[in-house]
């Protein structure tokens, strides 16, 4: 290990921090709220990578590995829906996107 | 040596999403992102997790963004003049509510003492041998959640009214 356990994890804490952050902030872009929900999940694989690195055990690898496939599916669905949307209302801002029907 | 260069690399990838998300141009956000997805995938070829990062660089900085930069470029969201950043008004209590995560997690990692670990470096051998002996049921789920998306993206990505 050549650093502290503690050290990712706070690294890994800014990181999900600043994409919570993110999230919250760009209400008026979809796509800058998505950028922040990768910032997120790239900060849960630090957390199991260096945990993996820790113990000796490749477990934390082999999910972080899963995460990336399912942000894979995640991020190809999610901007599929928002071509619908702008195709929609021509506008990618989330306080528009308020009703449920057409 | 490494360690400096943990350091310095997590003060790039902190640094890089900062201005990645305070940027108001989409594209400029997104080529900040890639530069700070490419020191953390060194970083976790830094923690003994060299596939992982090679994955980092091929899907997240290769693929995903990629994938991001066209449908910006398709819907043209890449205008400067329309491009405007949220109010200041706006930042401070996601700023705040971050913050107070933030601290609660950095007290409880620096107070936390981990138990001593077995010296055995982890190899690409038994990364593969974890993966697909003990988690052989994930890799199944997982390409198959990955076919579902396809599905629903091809769905939502029809012409007409779905």
Redesign the interface.
């Known amino acids: 290990?050549?650093?502290p356990?503690?050290?990712?994890?706070?690294?890994a804490?800014?990181?999900?921090?600043?994409?919570?952050?993110?999230t919250?902030?760009?209400?008026?872009?979809v796509?800058?709220l998505?950028?922040?929900i990768?910032?997120m999940l790239?900060a849960a694989?630090?957390v199991f990578?260096?945990g993996?690195?820790?113990?000796?055990?490749?477990?934390g690898?082999?999910f972080?590995?899963?995460i990336?496939?399912?942000?894979?599916?995640?991020?190809?669905?999610a901007?599929?829906?928002?071509?619908?949307l702008?195709r929609r209302k021509n506008t990618?801002d989330v306080d528009e996107f308020r009703e449920l029907k057409d | 040596m490494e360690t400096y260069l943990f350091y310095i690399l997590a003060a790039v990838t902190v640094i890089g999403t900062i201005l990645a998300i305070t940027e108001k141009h989409p594209v400029h956000a997104i080529v900040y992102l890639v530069t700070s997805f490419f020191s953390l995938a060194t970083i976790f070829f830094l923690l003994a997790a060299p596939l992982v990062a090679m994955f980092e660089v091929i899907i997240y900085a290769g693929a995903v963004m990629v994938l991001f930069m066209f449908v910006i470029m398709m819907l043209d969201l890449g205008r400067t003049d329309e491009a405007r950043r949220p109010v200041l008004k706006q930042w401070l209590l996601p700023i705040i509510l971050g913050g107070i995560i933030l601290a609660s997690i950095g007290t409880i990692a620096t107070g936390y003492a981990a138990a001593p670990h077995p010296s055995g470096a982890l190899t690409v051998r038994d990364f593969a041998e974890t993966l697909f002996r003990k988690y052989g049921v994930a890799v199944e789920i997982i390409s198959m959640q990955l076919l579902f998306a396809v599905v629903g993206a091809l769905y939502l990505g029809r012409k007409g009214k779905p």
């Open positions: 290990m050549i650093v356990l503690a050290h990712v994890l706070i690294l804490a800014v990181l999900f921090g600043l994409g919570l952050v993110c919250l902030v760009w209400r008026s872009n796509i800058m998505l950028i922040g990768e910032v790239n694989m630090l990578v260096g993996s690195n820790h113990w000796g055990m490749a477990d690898q082999v972080a590995l899963i990336m496939a399912m942000t894979s599916a995640e991020v190809s669905l901007l599929a829906l928002v071509v619908y702008h990618v």
